[in-house]
Each structure stands twice: as structure tokens, then as C-alpha cells.
């Protein structure tokens, strides 16, 4: 045990006199790097340099705001720590559209949903990009509003959709009623 504090005292004396000569306190205190959310730094400072330069990386899915890189001249940081924001992906919404239409949205960004004609909105009508890369409140959907006794029409137009022309949807109402027809014809 003595043993191993006599190796290592020296070296540490040796380090503390070789930062001494390297950074006077003076001119270097900006030993500690902002640290930032949902990113990281590195420590790019050039060897036996008084400025310390320090570079921001953002995770993956964050956007970085601000400046990427910042350097410790005179005690004092060149700008503030850049921040990561959250991207969103487009919210899907189907039979509706958005009030800003683009591929991914930043943090705190907000969006509004309009439903086409005919379809009413279910949950909240504007929505947030959170920082957890997620829409608060849910992201809503537009409904087909199904005005009471009209539940057949509203299944005609879904068979319409579903095929690709009148032709076939006659083709498969004739089918549906010739099965009607033989389930009758059995049932006698
Ligand atoms: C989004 O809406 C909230 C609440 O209405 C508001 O505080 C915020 O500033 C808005 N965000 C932007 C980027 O406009
Ligand atoms: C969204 O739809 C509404 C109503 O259908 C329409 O008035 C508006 O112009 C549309 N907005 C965009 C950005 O397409
Ligand atoms: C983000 O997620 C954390 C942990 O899951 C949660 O505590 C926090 O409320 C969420 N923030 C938002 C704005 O949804």
C-alpha cells in the first residue's frame, strides 16, 4: 500500500504542475462545459492552447439550436450551450389536413387539423410537438359523421370505395343477392 502512493504521487504532482503552466487559472476558467439535454460534447481544444473549444453533438431523432461550437476565451464562453430540440414526425391524419404541412415538426411547434367536409374531429383540434418527440394532446382523427338511419348508405359508399368501378359493385350485389337466394332455396 505505501508502496503504490509513492509511485503515484510524483505523477500527480507532475500533472498538477504541468496544468498549472498550461492554464492559469487566470485565463482558463471555463474548466467545466455546459452540459446539455438530449445531447453530448467533446472537448476539441488544441494541445497547450489557453482557449478551450468544445464541440455539441445532438442524440438521434433532436435538432440542434444554436451555435454548435463554443470556445472559453478569458473566463468567458464565446455563446451560450446550443440546445437539442425534439423533432415530431408528420402526424397522419386521414380524411383531414394540417394547418403547416411538413415532413417533421421542432419541439413546442404547433399544428392544427381540419377535417374535410362531412368528417368530424375527434380530440384536440391543435396539437404540440413535445420533447419527447411525441404530439400532446393524441393526435386526432376525423370521423365520418353517420347521421342516424343512414348506417346502409354509409356501407353502399364504403363498397363503392372498396371497388375500383360500378361495374363491379353491380357485379357484387347480384353475387350477394344470388347467396341470399340459395340460403333461402336451402332453408325450404
Ligand atoms: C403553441 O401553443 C402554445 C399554447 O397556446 C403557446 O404557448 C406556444 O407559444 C405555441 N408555440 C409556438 C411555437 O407558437
Ligand atoms: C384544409 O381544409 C380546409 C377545409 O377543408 C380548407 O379550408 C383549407 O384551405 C385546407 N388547408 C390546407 C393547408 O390545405
Ligand atoms: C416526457 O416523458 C417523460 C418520461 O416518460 C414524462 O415524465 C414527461 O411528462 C413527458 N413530457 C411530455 C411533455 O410529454
Not at 444554436?66 to 451560450?80: F, L, Y
Amino acid at each position: 500500500m505505501p508502496r503504490k502512493v509513492q509511485i503515484t504521487a510524483p505523477a500527480l504532482c507532475l500533472f498538477g504542475v504541468v496544468t498549472l503552466l498550461l492554464c492559469p487559472a487566470v485565463l482558463c476558467d471555463c474548466r467545466k462545459s455546459p452540459s446539455i439535454a438530449h445531447g453530448s460534447y467533446q472537448d476539441i481544444s488544441s494541445l497547450l492552447s489557453f482557449t478551450t473549444v468544445v464541440h455539441y453533438e445532438c442524440d438521434e431523432g433532436y435538432f440542434l439550436v444554436g451555435e454548435p461550437q463554443i470556445t472559453c476565451r478569458s473566463s468567458q464562453w464565446s455563446s451560450p450551450a446550443p440546445q437539442c430540440k425534439a423533432l415530431c414526425l408528420k402526424p397522419e391524419i386521414e380524411n383531414g389536413n394540417l394547418s403547416v404541412d411538413k415532413q417533421q415538426y421542432i419541439e413546442s411547434e404547433n399544428v392544427t387539423i381540419h377535417c374535410n367536409s362531412g368528417y368530424v374531429m375527434v380530440r384536440s383540434q391543435t396539437i404540440t410537438c413535445t420533447e419527447n418527440k411525441t404530439w400532446y394532446p393524441e393526435v386526432p382523427k376525423c370521423e365520418w359523421e353517420v347521421h342516424h338511419g343512414c348506417e346502409q348508405v354509409l356501407a353502399g359508399s364504403k363498397l363503392m370505395q372498396c371497388l375500383p368501378n360500378l361495374e363491379d359493385v353491380k357485379m357484387a350485389l347480384e353475387v350477394y343477392k344470388l347467396s341470399l337466394e340459395i340460403k333461402r332455396l336451402k332453408q325450404e
